[in-house]
């Protein structure tokens, strides 16, 4: 009995040094390591989170308020709307004289075609486009923005009607042989035409087939050239810019005066007889136009009575 006894004290003797040294070779097996987080380290919940409220960027424009533009009949006017930080806010562009509705966001809310807005994405702007401008878009436009609050910019537009005009007009004298120059100049255009068309009386004469005629357009001016001129070339001429309304001239093409019968007239006959000195003129050379003008000027304020009407001498006989 005491030797079983004995051999039961052995065993549980073995089985707990077993058991000790399995569980040595454990603890070094997942040795310790040191924490990364300082011994002070606190953590925080979710009640204790950082609540700081940063405020909106404020929504501003980055072009000048109150501008004014400048834009000719029949060509395309440009508004600018830029600005910066406008987030989920629209952008419209309303016209100030009715109140009219024109654009919202990229869309266009009129029933005229030729209001369009263009966003340009690196600029940040909102641009109203007005194709084929007439008289009537004259004014005031504001661009608004649904911000908080809300703000305006306006820009004035200034439509202009163009116009041209012949230097020398509305009337010329020429003599036969002499050579005709005409210049027609624009005004209040803002972009050259895209073509100036002459016409003497109701023909087109830029690509005239039997006369020599040349026509020179530079920007705003327009000169038509039209060597040895004759009778056949009296008449109204006309210059007719693209994009400005035509200018007229009546052009008179005279014979010479290098003979006698040429220089007189019913006026200096009568004087003649009359004993008053006559005026005798050069002859005709570059001076002509003019001289023949003044001529032509005296002898309509000059009355000469018939000679049917009876005279009166100074006695009053």
């Not at 600018?80 to 869309?107: F, K, M």
């Not at 895209?194 to 005629?213: A, C, G, L, S």
């Not at 005709?284 to 032509?296: D, F, G, V, Y």
């Not at 000027?297 to 000469?304: G, I, K, N, S, Y």
Request: a neutral charge; proline letters at 7%.
């Amino acid at each position: 009995m005491d030797i079983q006894l004995l051999s039961h004290c052995l065993v549980l003797h073995l089985l707990l040094l077993v058991a000790i040294r399995l569980q040595h070779h454990r603890v070094r097996a997942y040795p310790d390591f040191p924490s990364p987080l300082p011994p002070t380290t606190t953590f925080v919940g979710p009640a204790e989170e950082d609540k700081t409220v940063f405020p909106p960027l404020l929504t501003k424009f980055t072009v000048k308020n109150n501008t004014e533009h400048r834009s000719q009949v029949g060509t395309t006017a440009v508004l600018h709307c830029a600005a910066d930080n406008v987030g989920e806010s629209t952008v419209s562009w309303i016209r100030r004289r009715d109140y009219h509705l024109l654009t919202v966001g990229a869309q266009s809310y009129s029933s005229d075609e030729r209001f369009q807005v263009r966003y340009v994405k690196d600029e940040s702007d909102w641009q109203l486009h007005i194709r084929y401008v007439q008289v009537r878009d004259d004014g005031v436009y504001e661009c608004q923005i649904s911000s908080h609050p809300p703000i305006s910019l306006f820009a004035t537009l200034h439509v202009l009607e163009a116009t041209s005009e012949i230097l020398g007009g509305p009337e010329k004298y020429m003599t036969t042989g002499s050579s005709l120059r005409l210049v027609c100049v624009l005004r209040d255009n803002t972009q050259p035409p895209t073509y100036v068309f002459w016409y003497h009386d109701d023909q087109m004469i830029n690509y005239h087939k039997t006369r020599e005629v040349k026509v020179e357009n530079d920007g705003g001016l327009s000169v038509l050239f039209l060597s040895e001129v004759r009778a056949a070339d009296s008449g109204n001429y006309t210059c007719a810019p693209s994009n400005a309304h035509p200018a007229h001239i009546i052009i008179h093409v005279l014979k010479g005066v290098a003979s006698k019968d040429a220089n007189s007239s019913p006026a200096s006959d009568d004087r003649k007889g009359r004993g008053q000195k006559e005026q005798v003129w050069p002859p005709c050379h570059t001076e002509c136009p003019t001289r023949i003008m003044l001529q032509n000027t005296r002898q309509r304020l000059t009355f000469v009575p018939p000679t049917w009407m009876p005279r009166h001498n100074s006695s009053g006989l």
